[in-house]
């Protein structure tokens, strides 16, 4: 989100990002939904209607940026909903703007190439400073310092979206090497490293998920979450695949031009800490759907493509155990579920953990949590051995 703010803002658009959701926002959006909505749309709505009761709001003047997408995921309602709920709350002169995944999020803004690359490369970037944060913040010897240290390489990125992107990007990537280079740690006694898959909202949103990723740390683990460029990546592939099934040429080849550039900024951007990095480099979208062909029929989409493909990722990457977070009735959660136990048998038994967020606040999560942590500090050291 910070990132498409100092996109917009490069661009001369002011921009908010919401204050992050708490139980007040979960409320709201809990009085307002039908109750039968994800997790997400939930807080997500909460977040936007606290906003808007503000007295400094004035809808006439704002624009709200809700994504959507094709396909059976209520993503793709969310919109729709928040439409709705705007209008019925006096919210009508509000705007929402809803780029779409099925183009893979083109035609944005006055200047879209630019905005895409703006947005691009912050992306990568944070997406390399949340992996730099996993992985030093459990060996950390001053509390809290690993936090303080990606906050300000945060800001430093940010600040280099807002120049323009390009060499300010990666001269941010290069401070950042710097400094959590000097960072200092305590790697003697190894912990069992958890990929983290499941719905991109939960998998990024601390209160949703119950701060999950904190939660393995405190358990004595390390995570690797999945990033949220794979999400990016797969648009691409979906679209330029459908694009030369039905013969677009054109939107195939722009489409393969935009991926190209894609992958060369974040090779890029990777460089300056992949020396930091237990896997700096992510395996392209192509190879996690080679990986799901056996179980799942890619053309069929959803997020299930990256959460089966990327378990089955971090499995042969030597990872000990997975975690596979979703909200309550999620379609593409439940069909990842449902596959685990195939999946498991193939990837040598490994630890696999389904985590079911509704608004309730209750999952059991620190006892089921504490017994995955033992088979996966088991399987670890089995396979060291």
């Not at 992996?131 to 600040?159: A, F, I, S």
């Not at 894609?262 to 990777?270: M, T």
């Not at 975690?323 to 596959?339: D, E, H, Q, R, Y």
Request: aromatic share 10%; charged share 25%.
């Amino acid at each position: 989100c910070y990132v498409v703010q100092a996109a917009l803002e490069a661009h001369g658009l002011p921009a908010e990002v919401l204050p992050p959701p708490d139980d007040e926002t979960l409320e709201i959006g809990l009085g307002l939904c039908r109750g039968r909505e994800c997790l997400p749309c939930f807080i997500t709505t909460g977040d936007i209607i606290r906003r808007a009761r503000q007295p400094d709001f004035d809808p006439v003047r704002v624009q709200l940026l809700m994504p959507t997408t094709a396909g059976p995921c209520r993503f793709g309602q969310y919109s729709a909903l928040q439409r709705d709920l705007l209008d019925r709350n006096g919210l009508g002169g509000m705007d929402i703007i809803s780029p779409n995944a099925e183009n893979s999020y083109q035609g944005f803004g006055d200047n879209p190439t630019k905005m895409r690359k703006l947005a691009w490369q912050g992306t990568v970037a944070v997406d390399l400073l949340q992996k730099l944060v996993h992985e030093y913040r459990p060996y950390e010897l001053n509390r809290g310092q690993t936090d303080q240290v990606y906050q300000q390489c945060l800001k430093q990125v940010l600040e280099a979206v807002r120049e323009g992107g390009g060499k300010p990007v990666a001269r941010a990537m290069q401070w950042a090497a710097t400094q959590f280079e000097a960072l200092p740690v305590d790697r003697s006694e190894p912990r069992p490293v958890i990929g983290l898959v499941g719905e991109i909202y939960l998998r990024f949103n601390a209160y949703g998920n119950q701060d999950i990723v904190r939660q393995v740390e405190v358990a004595g683990g390390e995570d690797i979450v999945a990033t949220m460029k794979e999400g990016l990546y797969l648009t691409n592939w979906y679209y330029k695949t459908m694009a030369r099934k039905l013969g677009n040429y054109l939107d195939f080849l722009t489409t393969f031009i935009v991926d190209a550039y894609q992958r060369d900024r974040e090779r890029k951007l990777v460089k300056p800490v992949e020396h930091l990095l237990k896997f700096p480099h992510e395996s392209p979208i192509e190879v996690l759907i080679e990986h799901i062909q056996p179980y799942y029929e890619p053309y069929l989409a959803t997020e299930a493509i990256l959460s089966m493909g990327k378990a089955i990722d971090f499995a042969r990457l030597g990872l000990s155990g997975i975690l596979n977070v979703m909200p309550f009735s999620c379609m593409p959660g439940i069909i990842t579920a449902g596959m685990a136990p195939r999946l498991r048998h193939d990837l040598d038994k490994i630890p696999w953990l389904d985590v079911i967020y509704d608004a309730q606040g209750g999952t059991n999560l620190n006892t089921r949590l504490e017994a995955f942590m033992y088979q996966t500090e088991q399987y670890r050291q089995r396979r060291a051995g």
